[in-house]
């Protein structure tokens, strides 16, 4: 009967492969997206002002920002969490990171790369201060603050997950 259990409870993990999947699609969302925002940014460019060229810049970045975090979600839970992907290994396209990630980098990613969305959010909403109150400006640096104090906290965790695990090697 253990067996058994543990057997069903080994198999479950294929139940997230569809949540990985569906990431896929989100990523090809966030494709279209990133299209659709460059289209109407070129088709701004023969009036377009200083500030409106970084504003849509960053609205691409943010974009690209939040596609390079969906990847690595999908490839770091799948690779963690269901199976090893099957690819050759000297396959050149490879990225260099996908042997490196585990739960616990991913999460410092993770967090790094919602930091740099926040960031550019927080500048857009600078550069567009006129269409923000004072109390919306407010609450995205608290925000913003709040999501860097806890990368912080997360890199100093993990920092000292590191440490006690040295200590109990030796």
């Not at 970084?54 to 970045?61: D, E, P, Q």
């Not at 050149?92 to 990171?97: G, L, V």
């Given at each position: 009967?253990?067996?058994?259990?543990?057997?069903?409870?080994?198999?479950?993990?294929?139940?997230?492969?569809?949540?990985?999947?569906?990431?896929?699609?989100?990523?090809?969302?966030?494709?279209?997206?990133?299209?659709?925002e460059?289209?109407?940014?070129?088709?701004?460019?023969?009036?377009?002002?200083?500030?409106?060229a970084?504003?849509?810049?960053?609205?691409?970045?943010d974009?690209?920002?939040?596609g390079?975090?969906?990847?690595?979600?999908?490839?770091?839970?799948?690779?963690?969490?269901?199976?090893?992907?099957?690819?050759?290994?000297d396959?050149?396209?490879?990225?260099?990171?996908?042997?490196?990630v585990?739960?616990?980098?991913?999460?410092?990613?993770?967090?790094?790369?919602i930091?740099a969305?926040?960031?550019?959010?927080?500048?857009?909403?600078?550069?567009?201060?006129?269409?923000?109150?004072?109390?919306?400006?407010f609450?995205?640096?608290?925000?913003?603050?709040?999501?860097?104090?806890?990368?912080?906290?997360?890199?100093?965790?993990?920092?000292?997950?590191?440490?006690?695990?040295g200590?109990?090697?030796k």
């Open positions: 009967m253990e067996r058994l259990i543990e057997k069903a409870i080994f198999a479950s993990r294929w139940l997230m492969a569809p949540f990985y999947i569906g990431l896929i699609g989100a990523l090809m969302v966030l494709l279209f997206s990133f299209c659709k460059l289209f109407y940014f070129v088709l701004k460019i023969p009036e377009i002002t200083q500030n409106e970084i504003l849509g810049v960053l609205a691409l970045i974009i690209s920002l939040a390079n975090l969906l990847l690595m979600v999908i490839f770091a839970g799948y690779e963690n969490f269901v199976s090893k992907l099957n690819i050759d290994v396959h050149a396209d490879i990225p260099e990171w996908r042997d490196s585990d739960f616990s980098s991913l999460k410092l990613k993770l967090i790094a790369s930091v969305i926040s960031g550019i959010h927080l500048l857009k909403m600078f550069m567009e201060a006129g269409k923000s109150t004072k109390e919306e400006l609450w995205m640096v608290v925000i913003h603050i709040v999501f860097v104090i806890s990368g912080v906290l997360l890199a100093l965790m993990d920092y000292i997950a590191g440490l006690t695990k200590l109990k090697k």
